[in-house]
């Protein structure tokens, strides 16, 4: 299985910065249709899962542009600038590019 | 607007089975296909398996084949997962989850669903 593993595991930050969480594939996330099905999930306490960017860098609707994901192969980030409150929570990263899909251990976002 | 709801939180003996729901509206149940994760303290974001209604066609992750059972009522708009044989390993919360075609198939969530297995 493919096997993502992000850092770091947790974020402090300060309201207003910028954050920046890495995840890295064990393999290239490149399919063979030429897409990269690597995506950024946030999980806010006590909510579900909900989708921030898919195939790398496309931001699914409503989600604000403080929200840049960036890479290829197999090592991504997500960029957040001007963190604020409604940001905070755990973050995932997710491949659906081989077979069983995975996702990455998680990112917690937090407040200094 | 897309919404699942799904059924409530189930205390369960180990070696029973549990029946979850996933009730879908404001969109036509059989144009998409259902997928359903799991999220446990130890193992963290597992996706189980996908079903398409309207074709009654499922896909499974191996890890979950023989403990997870998809299915889809199209007549309720409702999708279901059992889990059989049920150990503590199975104790989580199980969310369902809707495909945005060429988008992801994780766009739309349910609320989750939590099964927790003890004596």
């Known amino acids: 299985d493919v096997v993502l593993t992000q850092t770091p595991v947790a974020q402090p930050v300060t309201l207003g910065d910028q954050a920046s969480i890495s995840c890295r594939s064990s393999q290239s996330l490149v399919h063979s249709n030429g897409n990269t099905y690597l995506e950024w999930y946030l999980q806010k306490p006590g909510q579900s899962p909900q989708l921030l960017i898919y195939?790398?860098?496309n931001r699914f609707s409503g989600v604000p542009d403080r929200f840049i994901g960036s890479g290829s192969g197999s090592d991504f980030t997500l960029k957040i600038s001007r963190v604020e409150p409604e940001d905070l929570g755990v973050y995932y990263c997710?491949?659906?590019?081989?077979?069983?899909?995975?996702f990455g251990g998680g990112t917690k976002l937090e407040l200094k | 607007e897309v919404k699942l709801q799904q059924s409530g939180d189930e205390l369960v003996r180990p070696g029973a089975s549990v029946k979850i729901s996933c009730k879908a509206s404001?969109?036509?149940?059989?144009?998409?296909?259902m997928y359903w994760v799991k999220q446990s303290p130890g193992q963290g974001l597992e996706w189980i398996g996908t079903i398409i209604p309207l074709i009654d066609t499922t896909s499974y992750n191996q890890k979950f084949k023989g403990k997870a059972t998809l299915t889809a009522d199209k007549s309720s708009n409702t999708a279901y997962m059992e889990l059989s044989r049920l150990t503590s390993e199975d104790s989580a919360v199980y969310y369902c989850?809707?495909?945005?075609?060429?988008?992801?198939?994780?766009?739309?969530w349910g609320q989750g669903t939590l099964v927790t297995v003890s004596s």
């Open positions: 404001g969109y036509t149940f059989t144009n998409y296909a």
């Open positions: 989850a809707r495909l945005e075609p060429v988008v992801s198939p994780f766009a739309y």
């Open positions: 195939k790398v860098s």
């Open positions: 997710f491949q659906a590019t081989h077979d069983p899909w995975t």
